[in-house]
Structure formats: structure tokens, C-alpha cells
């Protein structure tokens, strides 16, 4: 049964000593599709690289709420080009990051918004990171209605989680539900419909339990879909499916 990481980071430089071998073998270790996140104008131009190295790889491009201070309103239309290409299936990156607060909240918001605009013009599904800004992050989200996405490792409330399946969202899970203290996440997972979960790694953060504070990577995909089955109460083999058609789904690829 083959798993689907539908939110990874390989250009990231934690994996410059191993990035080919380790890619090569993820289809050995029953990963099937890999969605690569590209977060800014050069991790986007990496994400494409990657995606048409392996045929298993596909591409998110945006700019993270962590870069929106960096970059010029020209680099974002810029990247718009890159989305034509077969491989690029949605547009993320994208979001509010309060935690951090890299930029201003004004900034964050601008630019998440102008990339909301361009995921409706080209009928794209769209990746959202959140981080302690769910409610203006809801707020965004339901000024464009008919946008489709992911809420990439949830983490907000299931009242949230509610009112965004009303909106049609879909939400991913990493490996933060497989440790001891994440107990917020389980009533989400449990109630959430069947069509609506993903699973990801969000490599090469947030390994799983039992590879917690190591370098993440796809191949630690099979500890969070365990759980997630566990949470469920369905098989492992059950979780697997449902994910990897789930994300399939999202992202058009078949
Ligand atoms: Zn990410």
C-alpha cells in the first residue's frame, strides 16, 4: 500500500548530503507521491526541478507567510508562470503566521491574499499554513469562496475545522499527532468525514514519534498514518487508501 506525502520540503539544505538517493528510494519504502513545497522564488525553482527529476514528485509553489516581508510584489507575479507547468498542482505554501510574526500582520495578509487571487483565476487548490492566526485566517478564507485546499498540519480548533468543511477544505495531519501531548488533535481527526484527511511529514521538520528530533523524511510517513488508522479506528492499509485517494483528489493527480 502506498503512501502519499502531500507536503514535504526537499530543497531544503538539511538534505544536500543525500537528497537523490533518498528520493530514489521512497518508492522502496512504499511512498508514492511526494508533493514539494517551494516557499519562496527559489525554493519554487528547486520544487520544479525536483518534480521533474522523479516522476512521483509534484510541486506546490507559493510564497510562506515567513517570506512575505521578503519578497516584491513582481517576484509574486513573477512565480505565476511557473504555474502552467504539469508538475505544479497547487499554489503553497500560503498563510498567516502570527507565531513568528516575520512581517507585519498587514503584509502577511496582502500577500496571502494576492495569492488566493491567483489560485481562483487559475483554478488551483491552495496549501494554508496557519499558526496562532485562525481567526483571520478563517476571515480570508471565506472571501473566496469556491477555492479548494489543504490546512497543511492542522492545528487549529474543531469549531474551526467545522466552519471550514462548510467551505470545502480538506485538512493534513504530520507527524505532531504522534506525540504524547498532542490530545487537541484527536477529536478533530475523529470527527472529521473520511474524504477530508491527508497525511504529510513536512519533511524535514516535525518527525514522528518514535524518530522525534531527527531529520524528517517521507519514509517516516508510515508512523503518522498508523496512528491517524489508530485514532480512526481503521486498519493501517484503510488509512493508507483513503489518504493517498484524498490527496490524489486535491491535487488532480490520477
Ligand atoms: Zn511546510
Request: glycine residues 6%; charged residues 25%.
Amino acid at each position: 500500500m502506498m503512501l502519499f506525502d502531500s507536503h514535504a520540503h526537499y530543497e531544503d539544505e538539511r538534505f544536500d548530503c543525500d537528497r537523490d538517493a533518498l528520493l530514489s528510494s521512497m518508492p522502496a519504502q512504499n511512498v508514492g507521491w511526494i508533493v514539494n513545497v517551494g516557499c519562496d522564488p527559489s525554493g519554487a525553482q528547486t520544487a520544479v526541478r525536483l518534480a521533474e527529476r522523479y516522476p512521483f514528485v509534484y510541486a506546490a509553489i507559493g510564497v510562506h507567510p515567513q517570506s512575505a516581508g521578503d519578497v516584491t510584489d513582481e517576484q509574486i507575479i513573477a512565480l505565476e508562470t511557473l504555474y502552467s507547468h504539469p508538475k505544479v498542482v497547487a499554489v503553497g505554501e500560503i498563510g498567516l503566521d502570527y507565531y513568528y510574526e516575520y512581517t507585519t500582520r498587514e503584509r502577511q495578509k496582502d500577500v496571502f491574499i494576492r495569492q488566493l487571487e491567483t489560485a481562483a483565476r487559475l483554478n488551483l487548490p491552495v496549501c494554508i499554513h496557519n499558526r496562532e492566526a485562525h481567526a483571520d485566517t478563517l476571515d480570508v478564507l471565506r472571501a473566496f469562496r469556491g477555492v479548494r485546499g489543504v490546512l497543511h498540519s492542522y492545528s487549529g480548533s474543531l469549531e474551526m475545522a467545522k466552519e471550514l468543511l462548510k467551505l470545502g477544505y480538506v485538512f493534513s495531519f504530520s507527524g505532531i499527532i504522534t506525540f504524547k501531548n498532542a490530545k487537541r488533535c484527536v477529536p478533530i481527526i475523529a470527527y472529521l468525514p473520511s474524504d477530508a484527511i491527508l497525511i504529510e511529514t513536512d519533511c524535514p521538520y516535525l518527525a514522528p514519534e518514535p524518530m522525534r528530533g531527527r531529520r524528517c523524511d517521507s519514509s517516516f510517513l508510515r508512523y503518522t498514518c498508523a496512528r491517524l488508522a489508530e485514532i480512526r479506528g481503521i486498519s493501517f492499509e484503510q488509512a493508507a487508501e483513503l489518504t493517498t485517494q484524498n490527496a490524489k483528489r486535491l491535487y488532480g493527480i490520477f
